[in-house]
């Protein structure tokens, strides 16, 4: 693994990552821009708030496919190496979170990139590593989506359900073992980037979504 085709991997990985096809998506569909409303970022469930459960379901999807792709790429320029597919699906996912097309001045002047939370390109990640993971990631993060009620952990739990399969398949069916490190950097990776989260999951303050927001929302129509 030389150090030319880790910089090729990396850069070609970050930027198939970086595409904000939520921002693109609600611009198309709606003409606003999905960065001025709720948590501001880019992700699925922000495209859902913003444009509806259509444009919420396509940003999701395309958003798997960015870490999918990023398999196909490593794959695909230097078949065979375990590590560079897990650096391929690790700086697909930085370029989820924290994107060059989003570059922007925060309120104090500094440069800051922007982006989703990741979980979406998570999963697409774990998909390029072992494609039946979806059939045991996906069912997860979508109950925990439904019934607990909250993105940020939904997006925990695709990092974390990627970790443990990826551990559990390198010592009961001997697979490759580098796997494992791309469950921990993205758990790394998802629990940085949602710090804010954290604290407002701390606080009680967390906005929810799934059923705990249906219901919530119909509880206060029968109050008023």
């Excluded at 904000?20 to 709606?30: A, D, Q, R, S």
């Excluded at 104090?108 to 045991?136: K, M, Y």
Aim: charged share 15%; net charge positive; glycine share 12%.
């Amino acid at each position: 693994m030389s150090f030319i085709n880790i910089l090729l991997t990396a850069a070609i990985c970050y930027l198939i990552g970086s595409i904000p096809f939520g921002l693109i998506i609600v611009k198309l569909t709606t003409g606003k821009d999905v960065r001025q409303i709720g948590s501001g970022r880019t992700g699925g469930t922000n495209a859902m708030r913003a444009a509806g459960f259509l444009a919420g379901a396509a940003t999701a999807i395309l958003d798997v496919l960015k870490g999918v792709a990023s398999g196909w790429v490593a794959e695909w320029l230097f078949p065979g190496d375990p590590w560079l597919k897990v650096l391929a699906a690790i700086f697909a996912l930085w370029g989820a979170i924290h994107s060059i097309f989003l570059m922007e001045k925060d309120e104090t002047g500094h440069w800051r990139l922007r982006g989703g939370a990741g979980g979406a390109t998570g999963l697409g990640g774990a998909i390029a590593l072992w494609n039946p993971s979806v059939f045991i990631i996906l069912p997860i993060g979508t109950l925990i989506y439904l019934f607990v009620g909250y993105a940020s952990v939904t997006t925990i739990s695709v990092a974390v359900s990627a970790l443990v399969i990826f551990a559990i398949r390198a010592v009961v069916d001997n697979q490759p073992v580098q796997y494992i490190a791309f469950g921990a950097a993205a758990l790394a990776i998802v629990l940085y980037a949602l710090r804010p989260n954290l604290k407002r999951l701390k606080e009680g303050t967390e906005r929810v979504v799934g059923l705990r927001a249906y219901l919530q929302k119909k509880q206060k129509q029968f109050h008023l």
